[in-house]
């Protein structure tokens, strides 16, 4: 749901009044920068949407899958633990294991992603994330994206001394633990400073073998103003994350037992340790809004390989708005010294390669939005240049460089009819472009560079609505899109990839998410009956292909559907029975020989809300006990057989 809201003049919260996208419950004052980004969201003329923490904060939140269920058109899932996953938006990033891609993460508006495009879900926690932006698909343009996967924004609202101190505690199965503390608190009240610390920590044993995580993460926020209120913001973030990785499994191993690992990720001791500190400062006077930050990040990653990554990134953000006009520049240059030795059961041993890369990303854009024939219809141009540079210097065992650039120009235009001041309808067509990361231009565990890779690019149309009314809010988007040198990424169970572009290939389907007040007053007064479900359907195939025809793209069901029927009474209790439910299996391997299994997994969470500032919650997953398959690796063909392909789901 996203929303327009107005401020009051001197206060840099705000009241809410006639709204399309609702940002909180408690809609007396609304902390910013809610106001502004609600507003950003429903000004948007194309597929968008904003969800508040609200949402996540009194359930099992401990990754990106917990922020992101119920949310339309994004298809998450667990891979190896409960940090890591695979993210898809409209098929950008589809292929990806490792690491995620395919779309623009940013963190309080500074890049998670390196230059190249690729982040790490380890940076994620959602107790740390105080509200949620999407722009999906090429409406990404709105937040500096140029993907096929759009933007995803994760963000923090502003210190505030109102804003009262918190702990949240969790504890579950396989010894899970999970806290944090967020403390808001005044610097200096002459030149109106304050300052936000939130710190968390996670671990726990693991549902599987080989499962292992210890997290610790801090984010700072001191912000202060001038007399010409100039608003100042510093953003200090530090991960330390440890994760051990279980291996894929066969389907017949998997649900034979699917909390097992194979011995060679055991005894190699395959695990994942990331550090990673992010500086940033930005300047914002209403009409020029600019934002440095500086990255380091560094990775010890023993699994078929011991990888040592060595990541150093800086950039700028800067966005210029008066009346329609709306200009955007965004710059980030990344540095990376990777070495691959022999994995010596965790132990780094002789050394296989030695590779240096360097990545620059820019890019340029402008948008404009002007009333069309009347007042409630508005016409959305948007124009946007990128320019994209990958060097790859590998230094052992042979000397091989490549230097490589790509630039394309994105066009937008958008229409946005206005039906009630709670109803929109829009539509656009654009273009998106994705320049290759580094794990699809190097040969990753083998020596040679990939330089035959093409980037992506991506024509779309969109069609949708979204809104509310007393009984009813919805968001739904329908589109089309036509890709030319798509990313095709195989992940071998020996740990080998390889990546290519196929010549054609179209991606369509539906984004839905719905939200029906099915019952007020049921059994008491001021009790509620709600129900809320997102579905999607995707349809991802290639087009012509001289070997695989017009078969469909590995790695996600054709049909996904999360639903949850919620009671309110209020006393403070909260009940919630829910689903998860793929109805038919996907294929695993673009031949399209052999398919995962279908699944369907319930769970319940109780809420209770006390009026002393305590609150409690229960959240219980796969109730029916149901072995499933959450997310494969994508092969070329598996000749009809099986294979260890496969992660299973852990809740």
Do not use: C
């Given at each position: 749901?996203?929303?327009?809201?107005?401020?009051t003049d001197?206060?840099?919260?705000?009241?809410v009044?006639?709204?399309?996208?609702?940002?909180?419950?408690?809609?007396?004052?609304?902390?910013?920068?809610?106001?502004?980004?609600a507003?950003?969201?429903?000004?948007?003329a194309g597929?968008?949407?904003?969800?508040?923490?609200e949402?996540?904060?009194?359930?099992?939140?401990i990754?990106?899958?917990?922020?992101?269920d119920?949310?339309?058109?994004?298809?998450?899932?667990?891979?190896?633990?409960?940090?890591?996953?695979?993210?898809?938006?409209?098929g950008?990033?589809?292929?990806?294991?490792f690491?995620?891609?395919?779309l623009?993460?940013?963190?309080?508006?500074?890049?998670?992603n390196?230059?190249?495009?690729?982040f790490?879900?380890?940076a994620?926690?959602?107790?740390?994330?105080?509200?949620?932006?999407i722009?999906?698909?090429?409406?990404?343009?709105?937040?500096g994206?140029?993907t096929?996967?759009?933007?995803?924004?994760l963000?923090?609202?502003?210190?505030?001394?109102?804003?009262?101190d918190?702990m949240?505690?969790?504890?579950?199965?396989?010894?899970?633990f999970h806290?944090?503390?967020?403390?808001?608190?005044?610097?200096n009240q002459?030149?109106?400073?304050?300052?936000r610390?939130?710190?968390?920590h996670?671990?726990?044993?693991?549902?599987?073998v080989?499962?292992?995580?210890n997290?610790?993460?801090?984010?700072?926020?001191?912000?202060?103003?001038?007399?010409?209120?100039?608003?100042?913001?510093?953003?200090?973030?530090?991960?330390?994350?440890?994760?051990?990785?279980?291996?894929?499994?066969s389907?017949?191993?998997?649900?034979?037992d699917?909390?097992?690992?194979?011995?060679?990720?055991?005894?190699?001791?395959?695990?994942?340790?990331?550090t990673?500190?992010l500086l940033g400062?930005t300047?914002?006077?209403?009409?020029?809004?600019t934002?440095?930050f500086?990255a380091?990040?560094?990775?010890?990653?023993?699994v078929?390989?011991y990888?040592?990554?060595?990541s150093?990134?800086?950039?700028?953000?800067?966005?210029?708005?008066?009346?329609?006009?709306?200009?955007?520049?965004?710059?980030?240059?990344?540095?990376?010294?990777e070495?691959?030795?022999?994995?010596k059961s965790?132990?780094?041993g002789?050394e296989?390669?030695?590779?240096?890369?360097?990545?620059?990303?820019?890019?340029?854009?402008?948008?404009?939005?002007?009333?069309?024939?009347?007042p409630k219809t508005?016409?959305?141009l948007?124009?946007?240049g990128?320019?994209a540079?990958?060097n790859?210097n590998?230094q052992?065992?042979?000397?091989?460089?490549?230097?490589?650039?790509?630039?394309?120009?994105?066009?937008?235009?958008?229409i946005?009819y206005?039906?009630?001041?709670s109803?929109?309808?829009?539509t656009?067509?654009s273009?998106?472009?994705?320049?290759?990361?580094?794990?699809?231009?190097?040969?990753g565990?083998?020596?040679?560079i990939?330089?035959h890779?093409?980037?992506?690019?991506?024509k779309?149309?969109?069609?949708?609505?979204?809104?509310?009314n007393?009984q009813?809010s919805w968001?739904?988007?329908?589109?089309?899109?036509?890709l030319d040198?798509?990313f095709?990424?195989?992940?071998?169970?020996?740990?080998?990839?390889?990546?290519t572009?196929?010549?054609?290939?179209?991606?369509?389907?539906?984004e839905a998410?719905?939200?029906?007040?099915?019952a007020?007053g049921?059994?008491s007064?001021?009790?509620?009956?709600?129900?809320?479900?997102?579905?999607?359907?995707n349809?991802?195939?290639?087009?012509?292909?001289?070997?695989?025809?017009?078969n469909l793209?590995?790695?996600?069901?054709?049909?996904?559907?999360?639903?949850?029927?919620t009671?309110?009474?209020?006393?403070?209790?909260?009940?919630?029975?829910k689903i998860?439910?793929?109805?038919?299996?996907?294929f695993?391997?673009?031949?399209n020989?052999?398919r995962?299994e279908n699944?369907?997994?319930?769970?319940?969470?109780?809420v209770?809300?006390?009026?002393?500032?305590?609150d409690?919650?229960?959240?219980?997953?796969n109730?029916?006990?149901?072995?499933?398959?959450?997310?494969?690796?994508?092969?070329?063909?598996?000749?009809?057989?099986?294979?260890?392909?496969?992660?299973?789901?852990?809740?």
């Amino acid at each position: 749901s996203a929303l327009a809201q107005k401020k009051t003049d001197d206060d840099n919260s705000a009241v809410v009044e006639q709204s399309l996208i609702s940002v909180s419950s408690d809609a007396n004052v609304i902390p910013a920068p809610l106001p502004l980004e609600a507003e950003a969201v429903a000004n948007w003329a194309g597929s968008a949407s904003m969800i508040t923490a609200e949402n996540w904060n009194n359930q099992k939140s401990i990754h990106i899958k917990d922020l992101l269920d119920f949310t339309p058109g994004i298809f998450v899932q667990q891979r190896n633990g409960a940090e890591s996953a695979r993210i898809t938006i409209r098929g950008s990033g589809l292929g990806r294991q490792f690491q995620g891609g395919g779309l623009l993460l940013l963190m309080d508006d500074i890049p998670l992603n390196t230059a190249d495009g690729a982040f790490d879900f380890q940076a994620i926690d959602p107790w740390l994330t105080d509200y949620i932006t999407i722009y999906r698909g090429a409406n990404g343009m709105a937040a500096g994206g140029y993907t096929l996967g759009g933007v995803v924004h994760l963000g923090s609202t502003q210190p505030n001394e109102q804003h009262p101190d918190i702990m949240r505690l969790s504890t579950g199965s396989f010894n899970t633990f999970h806290g944090m503390i967020d403390i808001n608190g005044i610097y200096n009240q002459s030149n109106n400073s304050q300052f936000r610390i939130k710190a968390s920590h996670f671990n726990q044993d693991g549902f599987r073998v080989q499962n292992q995580q210890n997290s610790n993460r801090f984010s700072g926020q001191y912000v202060f103003k001038t007399k010409t209120s100039t608003q100042h913001k510093l953003k200090l973030f530090h991960l330390n994350s440890y994760a051990e990785l279980p291996s894929s499994l066969s389907k017949a191993l998997l649900f034979e037992d699917p909390r097992q690992s194979r011995a060679f990720n055991i005894n190699g001791n395959f695990h994942r340790n990331l550090t990673l500190s992010l500086l940033g400062y930005t300047f914002d006077n209403q009409q020029l809004k600019t934002a440095f930050f500086v990255a380091k990040k560094d990775l010890i990653n023993p699994v078929f390989t011991y990888i040592n990554r060595a990541s150093d990134d800086v950039g700028i953000r800067l966005v210029w708005s008066s009346a329609n006009h709306h200009l955007q520049f965004n710059a980030q240059q990344g540095w990376q010294d990777e070495k691959r030795r022999e994995n010596k059961s965790g132990i780094a041993g002789e050394e296989r390669l030695f590779r240096k890369q360097q990545a620059l990303t820019a890019t340029m854009g402008w948008q404009y939005h002007q009333t069309l024939l009347n007042p409630k219809t508005k016409l959305q141009l948007g124009f946007q240049g990128i320019y994209a540079e990958r060097n790859i210097n590998e230094q052992f065992p042979a000397i091989i460089s490549s230097h490589r650039s790509y630039q394309q120009l994105n066009p937008f235009i958008g229409i946005q009819y206005q039906a009630t001041n709670s109803q929109q309808w829009f539509t656009n067509l654009s273009r998106s472009f994705e320049p290759p990361t580094f794990a699809e231009l190097n040969n990753g565990n083998q020596p040679g560079i990939n330089s035959h890779i093409k980037a992506q690019s991506a024509k779309s149309f969109e069609l949708g609505t979204r809104g509310f009314n007393q009984q009813f809010s919805w968001d739904l988007a329908l589109y089309y899109s036509r890709l030319d040198s798509e990313f095709i990424r195989f992940r071998f169970p020996n740990g080998d990839t390889k990546t290519t572009n196929a010549d054609n290939s179209i991606h369509y389907g539906i984004e839905a998410g719905l939200k029906w007040q099915l019952a007020d007053g049921l059994f008491s007064t001021g009790d509620s009956l709600t129900w809320q479900s997102s579905y999607q359907w995707n349809q991802f195939n290639l087009d012509n292909d001289p070997v695989f025809h017009n078969n469909l793209i590995p790695g996600i069901p054709e049909h996904y559907i999360q639903s949850k029927l919620t009671y309110t009474h209020p006393s403070g209790w909260q009940l919630s029975p829910k689903i998860e439910w793929t109805p038919s299996g996907y294929f695993v391997d673009l031949a399209n020989s052999y398919r995962t299994e279908n699944y369907l997994i319930t769970g319940l969470s109780l809420v209770y809300n006390t009026e002393r500032k305590l609150d409690f919650f229960l959240d219980i997953n796969n109730l029916n006990n149901q072995t499933y398959i959450s997310t494969t690796l994508p092969i070329p063909d598996a000749g009809g057989t099986d294979g260890n392909y496969f992660y299973s789901g852990e809740d």
